[in-house]
């Protein structure tokens, strides 16, 4: 179960709050360019997909049949150990945050794992390429065990 995290406290500027509304929540640049990628290469999927266990969560990419889940997961909101920054600006507050972030990522992974899915997390800073393979892995694997091979 992911900690709670309280209100937030309020942007401390009115660019910074216009700043973090345009930033998208799905259908980012990296999330977009691994789909069309994959899509490119014969593969077909389902987008935004329940995850099983708690439909207010959704899987970024789907293969229902292979039951492979994939995450494109941001730099920032997911806590990169490359990229990842932490704000000076009510950096209590984002610290709270971005570690419910996290832990929901963990407990997200454990209900796909436990509903018998295999979970790809690719972070958005990785060649595309990078992540078609890991992807592709995974999806092959998933179905060479579901044809009993």
């Not at 942007?11 to 691994?34: G, H, K």
């Not at 329940?50 to 439909?55: F, I, T, W």
């Not at 997911?78 to 507050?93: A, E, I, L």
């Amino acid at each position: 179960m992911t900690p709670t995290v309280p209100p937030h406290p309020g942007s401390s500027s009115p660019q910074v709050s216009a700043r973090m509304a345009r930033a998208a929540r799905r259908e980012t640049a990296p999330e977009l360019a691994l789909r069309r990628a994959l899509h490119a290469d014969g593969y077909r999927f389902r987008v935004v997909h329940p995850v099983p266990g708690n439909r207010r969560r959704s899987i970024d990419i789907a293969f229902t049949r292979a039951r492979v889940a994939v995450f494109v997961d941001g730099c920032f909101w997911h806590g990169c150990p490359v990229h990842g920054t932490q704000p000076r600006s009510n950096s209590k507050w984002w610290t709270t945050k971005l570690a419910a972030n996290r832990e929901r990522d963990v407990d997200t992974d454990r209900l796909l794992r436990e509903a018998g899915w295999q979970v790809v997390r690719v972070w958005e800073h990785e060649p595309v390429e990078q992540a078609v393979a890991a992807v592709v892995a995974a999806v092959s694997a998933a179905r060479g065990q579901a044809s009993g091979q």
